[in-house]
């Protein structure tokens, strides 16, 4: 079986994929997007892959990409605004159990803005 670890995985604005190899151990990489090719990180255990994801993530990606929990009222409407905000302004997010949790270096700008656009009818 093979895995992705997700931003909430992670930790960070990072998504990573394993996959299980011939001799039965899995080769981690991380997804780049368009414009960089994917980048193997290491070969692991599958007792052992997440833990050492969260500590790839940790040591070798920067602080600005950690994941932060963005605190809302969470009632439906506050939530499709929130969400209708976020892909506005095609910043990345990702929801889990309703908190939605967006990239460090994005969460001034995100409050500054959302309070805003929570005031107005845009959604």
Do not use: H
Request: net charge positive; with cysteine; hydrophobic share 40%.
């Amino acid at each position: 079986m093979d895995y992705c670890f997700m931003r909430t995985d992670t930790g960070y604005d990072a998504i990573i994929l394993a996959m299980k190899n011939e001799s039965g151990r899995y080769s981690v990489f991380l997804l780049a997007d368009k414009k960089q090719p994917e980048l193997w990180l290491f070969e692991g255990e599958e007792a052992t892959l997440k833990m050492r994801v969260r500590q790839w993530c940790k040591t070798n990606l920067p602080d600005e990409l950690k994941m932060m929990k963005l605190n809302v009222k969470m009632n439906r409407t506050a939530y499709m605004k929130v969400k209708a905000f976020l892909q506005k302004e095609k910043l990345p997010y990702e929801v889990k159990k309703k908190d939605f949790y967006v990239r460090n270096k994005d969460i001034t700008f995100i409050k500054e803005r959302m309070s805003r656009f929570m005031e107005n009818d845009e959604a």
